[in-house]
């Protein structure tokens, strides 16, 4: 069993940013095969933000690249997720979650989820 609990959600306005965390407990981080970032957007469907593998490779939406980061702290047991360049559109409830396969880009390979943390861009 993973518990995940996220943290560092707000209001913020276009161009501003944030960083995520999501703090993990029950197995160590180098024991899950890769943690991952989701959003919903009001009446949209959950969708893939980012991802890292253990070996700390990396992925993200195209609709993020260049402007978010994915990391993890190994010794915290803590992933994040640094927003830059914010936009109204990123507003959403953004998931953190533990993979136990691939693809990652996919809800369905992901085990355990937290309940989310609000992010609001205002223009």
């Known amino acids: 069993q993973v518990q995940l609990v996220e943290s560092g959600g707000g209001l913020v306005q276009a161009g501003g940013s944030l960083r995520l965390s999501c703090a993990a407990s029950?197995?160590?981080?180098?024991?899950?095969?890769?943690m991952g970032w989701f959003r919903r957007a009001p009446g949209k469907e959950r969708e893939f933000v980012a991802a890292i593998r253990r070996d700390f490779v990396t992925y993200y939406a195209d609709s993020v690249k260049g402007r978010f980061t994915i990391s993890s702290d190994n010794a915290k047991n803590t992933l994040y997720l640094q927003m830059n360049s914010l936009k109204p559109e990123d507003t959403a409830v953004y998931y953190c979650a533990a993979a136990v396969r691939d693809p990652l880009t996919v809800e369905s390979s992901y085990r355990y989820w937290g309940h989310g943390t609000q992010v609001t861009v205002s223009s």
């Open positions: 029950g197995r160590t981080f180098n024991s899950i095969y890769a």
